[in-house]
């Protein structure tokens, strides 16, 4: 089965640098959704998106910008990066005609400024 | 949402059942008890999802009680392939579209 995809799943930047992040949601999925797992940490949520709109908005820091285009596909930008930008991404996915709260993770992207 | 208390950390050996208990005493009344697993630099996997009594499918089963203040996850005859870190969480509602809070998670180890 399709599962979610994400480009690239390794990222070395320097700080001050820009990156962006792709999400690919499963198909026939509309809600996308954006998480951060530091070092030793639990996932936080940054935000989510569904029919391209955003729905949710957690911990994103103001130099972090996201949206969802017509594919559906989502893409994470993030400027100014800093060291404590080091991080593993995941982008999730779900369907809104499912009845429960699963959200189906991705490979995540390892994001590592220097 | 209602905040989670879980064991951080909890050892098993393979073919045992393991148990793994979650607190959220203000669970609110359209609030969801959900479980996901999680490897080292995998995305977190949904497991199972309940509202009350008893919930079982093919990879665990989850009892709440009636009070709604605690749940167990409980997972038949672990394997060294479980060895995982299992969140609970309360998430609003039942409906996809649902951002997830995780708060601290038990760091499953399955011994030989």
């Known amino acids: 089965a399709a599962g979610v995809i994400q480009s690239p799943r390794h990222l070395i930047k320097e700080k001050r640098e820009t990156a962006t992040l792709k999400c690919y949601p499963i198909?026939?999925?509309?809600?996308v959704y954006w998480y951060q797992q530091g070092p030793g940490q639990d996932p936080q949520f940054l935000i989510s998106?569904?029919?391209?709109?955003?729905?949710d908005k957690g911990s994103i820091p103001d130099r972090f910008s996201a949206q969802q285009f017509s594919d559906y596909h989502s893409e994470l930008n993030m400027s100014s990066l800093e060291l404590g930008d080091s991080a593993l991404y995941f982008c999730?996915?779900?369907?809104?005609?499912?009845?429960?709260?699963?959200?189906?993770f991705g490979p995540g992207t390892r994001l590592t400024v220097l | 949402l209602a905040k989670t208390t879980q064991p951080i950390s909890m050892d098993s050996y393979e073919g045992q059942e393991v148990n793994i208990t979650c607190s959220h005493n203000?669970?609110?009344?359209?609030?969801?008890i959900t479980w996901y697993q999680q490897f080292p630099s995998q995305g977190p996997r949904f497991i199972i999802q309940?509202?009350?009594t008893k919930v079982t499918n093919e990879v665990a089963s989850l009892f709440i009680p009636a009070d709604r203040k605690s749940s167990t996850l409980s997972l038949p005859r672990v394997s060294l392939s479980d060895t995982a870190v299992y969140y609970c969480?309360?998430?609003?509602?039942?409906?996809?579209?649902?951002?997830?809070?995780f708060g601290g998670g038990t760091r499953l180890m399955v011994k030989p």
């Open positions: 999730a996915s779900s369907s809104s005609g499912m009845v429960n709260n699963e959200q189906f």
């Open positions: 198909p026939r999925h509309d809600t």
């Open positions: 998106f569904y029919e391209k709109m955003q729905s």
């Open positions: 203000n669970i609110a009344t359209n609030d969801y």
């Open positions: 309940g509202y009350k």
């Open positions: 969480l309360v998430a609003r509602g039942f409906n996809a579209g649902n951002m997830l809070t």
